[in-house]
């Protein structure tokens, strides 16, 4: 998996061949990768939940021991941009392997996405702390706020990620305030 996912983030999802995986994990042929994986979809697969499960991991850290649902959400913006940055390799295959459209990204993974941080602006309405707004489009809003850092990684090593991360937080601490 790690070979997989280095192979994806240096050459390109294209150009991440069973061969080349094989090459950078220093096995003589790709037939241990095909044994544990029947196609190439089905390696990917594996990655993208093998990172989601790592980012879900890294979130949930980062969020527990939150008291007030503002500090959560807060929690959630750094956490993301945190990881993005500290799993620069990982970010960059995952997000070659969304964007080649092979693995079939639809609505209902959106929502698989979404649905957590949209469940923590409805918590912080019900409880006051936030205006009133559509979740949805606050939880979609902000989901993309924090995937941003991974395209902005590929053109600009130097961007600032604390800078950014600050910057988001203001951002949705002040559209969100009740």
Request: charged fraction near 25%.
């Amino acid at each position: 998996m790690t070979a997989a996912i280095e192979t994806i983030a240096e050459l390109g999802y294209t150009k991440a061949s069973f061969a080349k995986i094989a090459e950078r994990a220093g096995l003589s042929s790709t037939g241990l990768i095909s044994y544990h994986f029947a196609s190439r979809r089905e390696l990917m697969a594996q990655i993208v939940e093998e990172v989601y499960g790592e980012i879900r991991s890294f979130l949930s850290e980062r969020m527990r021991g939150q008291v007030s649902v503002a500090g959560a959400l807060r929690a959630y913006i750094e956490g993301n941009i945190e990881f993005a940055f500290t799993h620069r390799t990982q970010m960059q295959a995952l997000l070659g392997i969304l964007v080649s459209g092979e693995l079939g990204w639809g609505e209902q993974d959106e929502r698989e996405v979404t649905s957590p941080i949209e469940e923590l602006l409805r918590q912080g309405q019900a409880s006051g702390e936030f205006r009133a707004f559509d979740p949805r489009i606050m939880a979609m809003s902000i989901q993309r706020s924090v995937e941003g850092p991974t395209m902005l990684l590929a053109g600009d090593v130097e961007l600032d990620m604390a800078a950014y991360a600050h910057e988001l937080v203001t951002l949705y601490d002040l559209a969100t305030r009740a």
